[in-house]
């Protein structure tokens, strides 16, 4: 009988776990796009080599952005240069600095990224009260002996990070693709960046200008 009490208590336990996993992933680092524009009037061929700025503090994150984006457009098979390589500490109201950047890469693209804000959300997982079978339990005085677990109600703090990610033609410096997307609770830069290129290489090359 113990035994039995004991298998089911672990068995508990297990779903317990299963469930704190759960959570957690839902949690974890993933990005979507909101929302995404294009210029109809744009009929240019897909670009070729691709000026990439990650606008923002200057550091070792715009560095593992920049590089780790440059390299998921190189898989796709577009020529990219990552900014810090031109110059340091660009921010988007630097025209002047930008235009050298660019005039430097020799790209026909620049695509540019910056962050448009950071919301704090809140999750409340409700708690839940979990009762094992009864089925091969002996009977007592109130009925089949059965185990009971409470799950208490979790609260997860996390953060939306929003950003905007623009196309850009460099002759006649045209906006030709702008997107938005929200990553939720970005925790490691190199492997939200991945994730993020991704997304944003797959949607432009959907509208063919890759």
């Not at 839940?128 to 677990?149: C, D, K």
């Not at 929200?182 to 949607?203: N, Q």
Request: hydrophobic share 45%; proline share 3%.
């Amino acid at each position: 009988m113990r035994n039995m009490d004991q298998g089911w208590r672990a068995r508990l336990g297990w779903f317990a776990i299963t469930i704190a996993v759960a959570l957690l992933a839902a949690c974890a680092a993933q990005t979507r796009l909101t929302h995404t524009w294009t210029e109809a009037a744009f009929h240019g061929a897909p670009f070729k080599r691709v000026l990439v700025i990650g606008f923002g503090e200057d550091g070792a994150t715009r560095r593992i952005f920049e590089e780790e984006f440059a390299g998921r457009l190189r898989a796709s098979g577009v020529a990219a240069v990552p900014s810090y390589t031109l110059a340091s500490g660009v921010n988007e109201t630097d025209l002047k600095k930008v235009k050298e950047m660019v005039a430097h890469s020799g790209a026909d693209g620049v695509l540019t990224t910056r962050l448009v804000g950071i919301d704090k959300r809140v999750n409340v997982y409700p708690g839940q009260v979990i009762i094992t079978p009864a089925i091969g339990y002996r009977r007592n005085f109130y009925g089949y002996y059965s185990s009971t677990m409470v799950i208490p109600p979790t609260t997860y703090n996390y953060d939306v990070v929003t950003l905007e990610t623009n196309l850009w033609q460099v002759v006649g410096e045209s906006l030709v693709w702008s997107g938005t997307t929200e990553t939720f609770a970005p925790e490691d830069v190199r492997k939200s960046t991945v994730e993020f290129a991704g997304i944003i290489v797959t949607a432009l090359r959907g509208q063919g200008l890759l």
